[in-house]
């Protein structure tokens, strides 16, 4: 990793003008409130693409081709993120896309890079419906053949994993909060579906929501706490989500809030201070060097980027190891041609070693009544973080010596 280093900073759209190049474009929100899932998932990816183009690029029949970066921004809005996506169907020779967060900004976009046939790997986040449109509906079809593909914990383990903390906890009483995005609905309704599945064990008294920048939560949260909820189960982005920390701790309603992994964005952890301590969440990348793989990255990503911390560990992890997938797929099709890609894509024949697994089959053959078919992620790769003093650590000691025994020799 450190020859990578000297020339991760000279990744940028204009980096690699030469023909025979490996065009991929890396999209997301680097700027605004989802800035911090954005830009980590984007410099993951950055530190792969220049591993690999330091070791030569990636060997695509006779040649070693480099990996040429196509950069855009977002900026969390559905409508420029419809426009990009279209830009990019458009564009010449534009082997895949790499990137995203927001729900909203996938549904508006992905549509145009299914039509023209260019992969794509959704990374670090987006909601369940990012996935579940393309799936078969009563009267309409979902599409035969599918070029989106999600590196991500989806929501139904996360939703599942929430419940179950919350039952484990032997609570009975919760309220649940989310934002009123197509992510907060999304998981709102997962929540509500694993509640049912798991037996009703929980009573939900109160389902309260909050617009984008809203900074008072004050109402919500008396409801919450008049009507005896034992913890706030919870789906949003870091922002508000401290506000709602913050309010909480200024009203005295000390309960537990469980929610989705954006409860470890920077801007959550930093803005809730020590009233974040003991927020929960499910996790695919804990910043700790607890394997030699993950010290290396970490230390990778730190330097190259001059931080002490990662702002979303999550959304670098998944953005490295996405590219690391890609890489395979295109070796494997021996081609840049997008189509043959989402085909190796479906059909990995070789493991990929990345920081967070042993990437084995992560995709299947797409089948338009499974939406597992093209999610990478399974339960055994996703575990409990817990805030403790401005760090997300490992909620359960038993997940960390799980995942250290990995990098045993």
């Known amino acids: 990793m450190k020859r990578l280093l000297g020339l991760l900073l000279c990744l940028s759209a204009t980096q690699v003008l030469a023909a025979d190049t490996i065009k991929l474009a890396l999209t997301g ?23 690999i183009n330091a070791a030569g690029g990636i060997q695509v029949g006779k040649k070693k081709l480099k990996i040429e970066v196509i950069e855009r921004d977002d900026e969390a809005k559905n409508e420029r993120g419809a426009l990009i996506a279209q830009e990019l169907a458009a564009m010449p020779g534009l082997s895949g896309v790499i990137g995203s967060v927001n729900t909203g900004v996938v549904m508006a976009g992905d549509k145009h890079l299914q039509e023209k046939g260019i992969t794509k790997i959704i990374t670090p986040a987006a909601g ?7 799936l078969d509906r009563p009267g309409v079809p979902g599409p035969k053949q599918l070029s989106i593909f999600r590196f991500a914990a989806h929501d139904g383990i996360q939703a599942a994993m929430v419940v179950e903390e919350a039952v484990n906890r032997k609570l009975t009483k919760v309220a649940i909060f989310a934002d009123a995005t197509n992510y907060g609905a999304s998981g709102r309704d997962d929540m509500l579906d694993q509640i049912k599945k798991q037996g009703n064990k929980l009573e939900v008294v109160a389902s309260e929501k909050w617009a984008i920048g809203d900074k008072d939560m004050t109402a919500q949260i008396l409801k919450a706490k008049a009507l005896g909820a034992q913890a706030i189960l919870i789906w949003g982005i870091g922002p508000e989500l401290a506000a709602i920390a913050n309010g909480m701790a200024k009203l005295g309603f000390q309960v537990p809030l469980i929610g989705g992994w954006p409860l470890s964005m920077s801007n959550f952890v930093d803005n809730a201070g020590a009233n974040g301590n003991g927020a929960l969440m499910p996790q695919t990348f804990i910043e700790e060097p607890i394997t030699p793989r993950a ?3 970490i230390e990778a990503y730190h330097k190259a980027f001059g931080v002490t911390r990662i702002p979303s560990p999550v959304s670098a992890a ?36 990345g920081v967070i697994a042993l990437w084995k089959k992560p995709y299947s053959r797409w089948n338009p009544t499974d939406v597992t078919t093209h999610e990478a992620f399974r339960r055994e790769q996703t575990i409990m973080g817990k805030v403790q003093d ?20």
């Open 295 to 297: 010290k290396a990255f």
């Open 318 to 353: 998944q953005g490295y190891d996405a590219v690391l997938i890609f890489a395979a797929a295109v070796k494997q099709a021996g081609s840049t041609n997008s189509l043959k890609i989402r085909d190796a894509l479906e059909d990995l024949k070789q493991p990929v070693d």
């Open 29 to 51: 929100p680097y700027s605004g409130g989802s800035a911090p899932m954005g830009v980590s998932g984007r410099d993951g990816s950055k530190l792969a693409i220049a591993e």
């Open 128 to 134: 369940s419906s990012s996935m579940t449109q393309w």
């Open 390 to 409: 401005g760090r997300v650590v490992f909620a359960n000691e038993a997940d960390k010596a799980r995942l250290a025994r990995r990098g045993a020799k």
